[in-house]
């Protein structure tokens, strides 16, 4: 998602590369998918981009997208540990993953 949301916006990977003080390879590589983007990197991509970190993980809008993280070992306050961020991007959606997991629920 991060491709189309730059390049609607008409940055290139280099201006991208630029601003997150990266070599623009190095960029080109998270865009394709052949390696992770440093997790850290991220509210500074969304800030640039303007959009929410949530958008960068969605394959299309309107995606629901589930994210999960077990990093942030340090403990800092405020951060979430072996977490699960789910967005949602409307009330249907809400309620689809509500029905998932109330018949996960009722298996159990």
């Known amino acids: 998602m991060v491709t189309l949301i730059r390049d609607k916006q008409n940055i290139t990977q280099q201006e991208m590369a630029d601003f ?5 390879r190095t960029y080109k590589r998270w865009e394709n998918g052949e390696t992770k ?7 500074k991509i969304a800030k640039f981009l303007n959009v929410e970190i949530g ?5 299309k809008p309107g995606d629901i997208v589930i994210n999960q993280t077990n990093h942030n070992s340090d403990n ?5 540990n072996n977490g699960i961020v ?3 991007p409307d009330k249907e959606a809400a309620n689809q993953i509500f029905e998932i997991l ?5 298996k159990q």
């Not at 983007?37 to 509210?43: E, G, M, Q, T």
């Not at 800092?76 to 979430?80: N, V």
């Not at 109330?102 to 009722?106: D, G, L, P, R």
């Open 55 to 59: 958008e960068l993980y969605k394959e």
């Open 37 to 43: 983007v440093d997790s850290d990197l991220l509210p």
């Open 20 to 24: 997150l003080g990266i070599d623009c």
């Open 86 to 88: 789910i967005i949602l």
């Open 76 to 80: 800092k306050k405020g951060s979430i």
């Open 102 to 106: 109330k018949k996960e629920v009722e």
